[in-house]
């Protein structure tokens, strides 16, 4: 039960490096994923070996990123820092297609396996800026294509994409990094708007979605869509036929943690339907909530199967190339293809 814990946790690390206490702290809680910050990017060079040291852990962890481009961008020069999704929008599909491609590639040139992008949410006017330009569009289908084109330009890259926050962020009121937003919208209403791309990207073979941390009445009348079965379990997997990896956002957010502790969180979570649990900040609190699964595991069959389901999921997502492309950075072509983007982008907010 424990490896299937760990299995089923994506952890943050403390630093640039592997130092002994975090290398041992690993291998104790074997994560199936590692998710890294700005505190983990110095050079290149240094990202490059750091990448490769968690690959070579034990658990083999996936290792992930927040990479979408604008505000949300954990990488500094010399990797290409393209504009916001909006402003990619704006520039229309085929540049949707080539910014997620660029972003693949050195992405994968450094080994990171796991894109959290692109965000699927779609921006509503009132909206708080959680999202805002983060979004692709303001109208639902155009959103749609526009990130289906930007995922699959991201797995041409060599990375897997991670569709973000079902079911529907952009009409939230308040940051879920701060408190729980309530989205008050029919059921009609966010079929309509909100889920549009969350079916395109599952069409066009999403192989991750990470969930909200907001309640939605219409949907669930009592619990936010990460703790939701209503929500990850007769909606996603039922009615839309979702088959990939549910990834939660993470669960120290506050829209979670004012009202209950990470393991607590992450118990409810998963048996709600989510498989990767998303705890990124300290790795002793990853460690309590991998306890807490395991005891939940031994006290409950039916827990213990869907902890085990869960793990299988992780494991099973495609490996990609051990062999990563060569690319020297910075791109020249990938600053043009921002710099492009960015004058489309001035010249239609001009008109």
Not at 58 to 73: L, N
Not at 144 to 168: E, N, Y
Request: charged residues 20%.
């Amino acid at each position: 039960m424990r490896a299937l814990a760990g299995r089923v946790l994506t952890v943050g690390v403390p630093g640039a490096q592997l130092d002994g206490a975090t290398r041992r702290a690993l291998i104790a809680l074997a994560p199936g994923g590692v998710v890294l910050f700005r505190r983990n990017v110095e050079t290149v060079a240094q990202l490059r070996r750091l990448v490769a040291a968690l690959h070579a852990l034990p658990s083999r962890p996936r290792v992930a990123i927040d990479h979408e481009g604008g505000r949300v961008q954990r990488l500094v020069a010399p990797f290409t820092h393209f504009p916001a999704a909006a402003d990619v929008g704006r520039a229309g599909v085929a540049a949707a297609r080539a910014v997620g491609q660029a972003m693949g590639r050195e992405l994968s040139a450094i080994g990171i396996d796991i894109n959290y992008a692109p965000v699927l949410d779609v921006p509503r006017a009132g909206g708080s800026d959680a999202i805002g330009e983060r979004g692709f569009a303001a109208e639902p289908h155009r959103a749609a294509a526009l990130a289906v084109a930007f995922l699959r330009g991201l797995q041409r890259g060599g990375v897997l994409p991670c569709g973000k926050h079902f079911p529907g962020h952009g009409a939230a009121t308040a940051d879920s990094h701060l408190t729980l937003p309530v989205v008050r919208r029919s059921r009609r209403a966010l079929a309509r708007t909100e889920m549009a791309p969350f079916r395109a990207a599952i069409a066009a073979g999403v192989p991750l979605l990470m969930t909200a941390h907001v309640r939605y009445p219409a949907l669930d009348a009592r619990r936010c869509a990460t703790l939701s079965p209503a929500i990850l379990g007769d909606l996603l997997r039922s009615a839309l036929g979702f088959r990939g990896i549910v990834v939660s956002d993470d669960l120290a957010m506050r829209a979670i943690s004012d009202h209950r502790d990470v393991p607590n969180a992450a118990q409810a979570a998963l048996a709600a339907g989510v498989d990767w649990l998303l705890v990124c900040h300290d790795l002793a609190t990853a460690q309590r909530a991998a306890d807490r699964l395991v005891a939940a595991a031994l006290r409950c069959t039916r827990f213990a199967t869907r902890l085990r389901d869960a793990a299988t999921r992780v494991a099973a997502l495609p490996a990609r190339s051990a062999t990563r492309p060569a690319l020297r950075l910075p791109v020249a072509a990938h600053a043009a293809l921002a710099d492009r983007i960015a004058a489309v982008a001035a010249a239609a907010r001009a008109c």
